[in-house]
């Protein structure tokens, strides 16, 4: 009797033996892992971009009058000294004819004050008259050039302002809005119209401090970049980075970049809106699936699984992110290590896991 209940004690526990070690190997599940490899990777950032004519202007009148005449409308392509506007000039002309005639007038006296003056000197030398008289007419002599000098100078402003009546273009460009029309009356420094040449034009865009110095870092001085339109449509020309502003803005962070783009067809105009499509190159890194990774306190994570399938989280710094992958730095994640790929929500710390080669 005691035998028999040995053998069932013995038999009971070897079921229970089985049983658990059954169970224990159903609890080791199977994950699939991937292992880095170096890449050679690019990636495009995205900047608005606020675009400016090269050359952009408001012309003002120069001279107060009625608006005589516009020869020009708005949107029209002008050449460069093609008439724009003309202001009523009857004024201005009547001033250059009585600048002419005080000329005139000033020349005459100059010329009674140099005679006067030699035949002073020739009594004086003769002692018919006193030095005196003689330093008068000199006086009247020198006072006589220096209202010819005064009459020519007002005759050259009087001509300067009649010229000023015609409002010609200063450059090859389109005209913008015209506030004042014909017959109008405009002061010196009013508005007439501005100027824009669109051949070609600048965009500005801001970038991080972090991506200006990595863009320093790849020595790209000049560099290549697209324009996205406001219809999301590519602009048709290239542009070509050409200037970085000397200071970070402390506000932002960021410092100004200024490309510029051939405008050919004249289809960007200023104060157009766009994205600057930037390309960054990257080399020799690891890439990362993001459903591969996760976070805790805003710091990212890998479960990485050690030679005895024992996994472990490791904490990385994503150099960049990409869509659905992170970039990170061979420093960081060694080309042996096994990152798991799949099913990061259902182990934690310590778990033994079966493995299965997702990717080499």
């Known amino acids: 009797m005691k035998n028999q209940r040995l053998l069932l004690l013995l038999a009971i526990g070897i079921v229970v033996s ?22 050679d990777t690019s990636y495009t950032s995205e900047y608005v971009a606020d675009i400016q004519s090269v050359k952009n202007i408001e012309i003002r009148a120069r001279v107060s009058g009625f608006i005589d005449q516009i020869q020009i409308d708005e949107g029209e392509y002008v050449k460069k000294n093609q008439l724009l506007f003309t202001i009523n000039n009857k004024q201005y002309k009547e001033n250059v004819s009585i600048a002419k ?5 000033s020349e005459s006296a100059l010329k009674s004050a140099k005679v006067e003056y030699f035949n002073t000197k020739i009594l004086c030398e003769k002692n018919i ?3 005196t008289e003689l330093e008068k007419a000199e006086a009247m002599f020198e006072s006589a050039k220096s209202n010819v000098e005064q009459s020519k100078s007002e005759l050259n402003s009087a001509l300067i302002d009649l010229s000023l ?38 965009a500005y865009f801001n970038v991080s401090e972090r991506e200006y110095l990595d863009f320093i870092s790849q020595k790209k001085r000049v560099d290549e970049v ?60 690891v890439l990362i699936p993001q459903k591969s990774t996760f976070e ?21 710094t994503p150099l960049h992110r990409m869509p659905n992958m992170y970039v990170v730095s061979p420093k960081e994640i060694s080309l042996n290590t096994k990152i798991l790929f799949e099913g990061i929500q259902n182990v934690k710390n310590g778990d033994k896991i079966h493995i299965v080669n997702k990717l080499h």
């Not at 089985?18 to 170096?38: D, M, N, R, W």
């Not at 990212?300 to 699984?305: E, H, I, L, Q």
């Open 226 to 285: 697209l324009l996205r339109l406001a219809n999301n449509e590519l602009h048709s020309a290239k542009g070509i980075v050409e200037s970085i502003d000397g200071e970070i803005n402390k506000s932002t962070g960021n410092i100004a970049f200024r490309a510029k783009f051939p405008n050919p067809k004249g289809v960007l105009r200023h104060g157009s809106s766009g994205k600057i499509l930037l390309s960054h190159t990257l080399n020799n890194v």
């Open 165 to 202: 009546t015609r409002i010609l273009a200063p450059f090859d460009g389109v005209v913008n809005r015209i506030p004042n029309k014909k017959g109008s009356l405009v002061n010196e420094g009013s508005l007439l119209t501005s100027l824009s040449d669109n051949k070609d034009v600048y």
């Open 129 to 131: 008259i006193s030095k």
């Open 101 to 105: 005639a005080a000329l005139k007038s």
């Open 296 to 316: 805790i306190q805003e710091k990212t994570y890998v479960f990485v699984v050690d030679k005895n399938y024992i996994v472990h989280s490791k904490s990385i």
């Open 18 to 39: 089985c049983g658990t070690k059954e169970t224990a190997s159903k609890q080791i599940s199977t994950y699939p892992i991937i292992k880095p490899v170096l890449v």
